[in-house]
């Protein structure tokens, strides 16, 4: 007895185990959604207790400039009207630094601050260096003439004669950090001093100069509108809006495909074939760019006035006509489109690339004789791709409380619950086994059941039961009456009462219990016979 009390109680503890198992499993799978979704919500707004703060003011991703230079190959054939050809120079590339001060939170889920940019140079992973010189169109002569189109003759005259004086020509020969940075150029200053509203800028003139200035922005503290975070929780139907001081304008992404960057899940963002469309291909873009041809979009009025374009790399899903134009130009849009791999559940961007090309706009300006007899063409400048990755320890941190964990509880739920209906099992199983019990009116058979079973353990036939013996029958009157011709017929022997049938012992209780209620209905039917 002692032994089946431990069963009996070892199955009930496995079974109330089990049922504690099922409920926790059951609760995690309706709980831990809703809490991951608060935790995240907690902790991506841009707000000093949020973890994401520290991430945001100061950004761990390290981030490169890459600057690709398109030289132009024959300048005095384009000059003379020959069809502009360059080559593709570079990368040179720069590692950026981002830093975010004076940093206000309003009342109205905004907040402000001022970011500085600076750059350094990484020979190691540039093909080059910032002594290199490379011809480039001269965006001061050529933007200045295009400037002085509908201005007097006498003041494009006085314009020929000061780039005359000065050495300016339409070509320049000038280093990548002359071109990068800034160089002085006297005809800045001459300008200033005789148009002072056409250039909003003093002394070096470079095509990245102003960034070393700092600039102020605004971003949404959820919807990170700076490009560095978005809303949580994307989906495909989702979109990624961000604003680009390099293209003075807010740029629209759309969903192309999940993937996989370093074992996190993401959702990678394009930018759609119309970005750069004009308003007769795509009418929203009307506001953006009144152009001729698609795929560019003028930028004058966010670079001093010059007649400067933005456009995908080698003018990627524009016009052919502006790609046929310039020879030297090979669009691909796997090395020249840009992309965003952002984590959809916090809108953390994981990997991104963003690739845009500056170019100008340049033609033969009537009274202005440094302009030659220049065909009208795009000319394409340089393009850049702004990437980063995240990567180190910042990285293991993100895998390991926004993925690792997550997945832990997720599958740790459901192995909860079939642990816990496995355990339940058992003492249903248990106790289905331990029913096994003869009833009354079941009697009979249980007893030929548990007799047969006997039989089988002892290696005996089954006991046939037999009716008990009782007096003998009288014998009929003819045979009292002897024949009258005969000797008399002989007296039959008396009928010897058949033992009691030897029940065989029983293998188990329910056995002996079953033989013993045999025996008593046996007995009873003997002495109401004896009556």
């Known amino acids: 007895m002692g032994g089946r009390s431990r069963t009996r109680w070892a199955a009930v503890a496995l079974g109330v185990t089990g049922l ?6 059951a609760v995690m799978i309706v709980v831990v959604p809703s809490l991951i979704r608060q935790q ?31 030289e132009v190959l024959n300048p005095e054939e384009i000059l003379k009207g020959g069809k502009p050809e360059v080559q593709e120079r ?53 933007g200045a003439a295009m400037m002085m189109e509908n201005r007097p ?47 909003p800028l003093k002394g070096k003139f470079g095509l990245f100069a102003e960034v070393n200035f700092w600039h102020s922005d605004q971003c949404n503290m959820i919807n990170g509108t700076s490009g560095q975070m978005w809303a949580p929780f994307m989906t495909p139907e989702s979109s990624l809006e961000f604003y680009s001081p390099e293209a003075c304008r807010s740029m629209k992404l759309i969903y192309q495909e999940p993937g996989m960057f370093e074992g996190i899940p993401t959702y990678r963002f394009v930018a759609p074939k119309t970005l750069f469309a004009n308003g007769s291909v795509y009418p929203p873009n009307e506001g953006f760019c009144p152009c001729l041809e698609s795929g560019i979009q003028n930028v004058s009025t966010c ?29 691909d849009p796997e090395e020249h489109s840009l992309f965003l791999d952002v984590h959809p559940v916090t809108g953390i961007p994981m990997n991104c690339s963003v690739k845009l090309q500056l170019s100008i706009y340049v ?19 340089m393009w850049f791709g702004e990437s980063g990755a995240m990567e180190g320890k910042p990285l293991q ?54 007799d047969s079973r006997a039989a089988k353990v002892t290696g005996a036939s089954p006991t046939r039961w037999l009716s008990p013996p009782g007096p003998p029958a009288p014998a009929p009157r003819s045979s009292r009456t002897p024949p009258a011709d005969g000797p008399p017929a002989p007296r039959p022997e008396p009928r ?36």
């Open 90 to 142: 570079g990368p040179y590339v720069y590692r950026e630094f981002r830093h975010k001060i004076n940093i206000t939170f309003n009342n109205n889920d905004t907040v402000s601050f001022r970011e500085h940019r600076s750059f350094q140079f990484q020979p190691a992973k540039s093909q080059g260096s910032e002594s290199d010189y490379i011809v480039l169109p001269n965006i001061l002569v050529l």
């Open 363 to 381: 033609k033969s300006i009537k009274g202005i004789g440094q302009t030659g007899k220049i065909q009208p063409v795009v000319l394409p400048l």
């Open 303 to 331: 670079r001093f006035g010059a007649p400067l374009f933005l456009s995908h790399p080698h003018f990627l899903n524009a016009d052919p006509v502006l790609a046929e134009a310039v020879a030297g130009l090979h669009p």
């Open 20 to 25: 504690l198992c099922a409920v926790l499993g």
């Open 397 to 450: 941190t993100f895998y390991t409380q926004l993925v690792l964990m997550p997945k832990v509880m997720h599958y740790a739920q459901y192995a909860l619950l079939a642990l816990g209906g496995a355990l339940l099992l058992v003492p249903i199983i248990y106790q289905a086994r331990s029913q096994d019990k003869c009833y009354l009116f079941w009697s009979a058979l249980c007893c030929k059941k548990q």
């Open 153 to 199: 003759m006498s003041l494009k005259l006085m314009m020929t004669l000061a780039f005359s004086t000065l050495g300016e020509r339409a070509f320049m020969n000038r280093t990548v950090g002359e071109i990068m940075w800034g160089y002085n150029d006297p005809l800045v200053n001459l300008i200033n001093k005789y148009f002072p509203d056409m250039l």
């Open 496 to 531: 010897q009462p058949h033992p009691a049938p030897r029940v065989p012992r029983r293998a188990d209780t329910q056995g002996r219990s079953c033989a013993r209620d045999g025996r008593g209905r046996q007995e009873a039917i003997r002495n109401l016979l004896s009556r």
């Open 40 to 70: 995240v919500l907690k902790n991506v707004r841009i707000d000093p207790s949020s973890l994401s703060f520290s991430m945001w003011k100061e950004i761990p991703v390290p981030f490169y400039l890459s600057v690709y230079f398109f």
